[in-house]
Nanobody, 116 residues
Framework: QVQLVESGGGLVQPGGSLRLSCVAS????????MSWYRQAPGKERELVAG???????NYADSVKGRFTISRDNAKSTVSLQMNTLKVEDTAVYYC??????????WGQGTQVTVSS
């Protein structure tokens, strides 16, 4: 059984910063890709940032230059540093990981609200 536990969400003013973290745990589980998705009310879930096991990262155009994804393979963690937050970044953010067999796992989600 694989579990993902997210932390770091909350309420922040526009222009502020937040850091999300996700810890993966499980038996016989080798992590390949680690990603962050988000889902705003009334919208589809979208990829925010991803990181492959080779260290290649990719970002949604809307967050490039503001968000940074990082991972610690030894600790099975992935983080998302979010700077210069905008109202439109408000969403539930989900951690997602996949193993080398292509199986994916999701966290429970953490709310990020950007409001003055």
């Amino acid at each position: 059984q694989v579990q993902l536990v997210e932390s770091g969400g909350g309420l922040v003013q526009p222009g502020g910063s937040l850091r999300l973290s996700c810890v993966a745990s499980g038996n016989d589980f080798s992590i390949n890709a680690m990603s962050w998705y988000r889902q705003a009310p009334g919208k589809e879930r979208e990829l925010v940032a991803g990181s492959t096991s080779a260290g290649i990262t990719n970002y949604a155009d809307s967050v490039k230059g503001r968000f940074t994804i990082s991972r610690d393979n030894a600790k099975s963690t992935v983080s998302l540093q979010m700077n210069t937050l905008k109202v439109e970044d408000t969403a539930v953010y989900y951690c997602a990981v996949s193993d080398f067999l292509g199986k994916g796992y999701w966290g429970q989600g953490t709310q990020v609200t950007v409001s003055s």
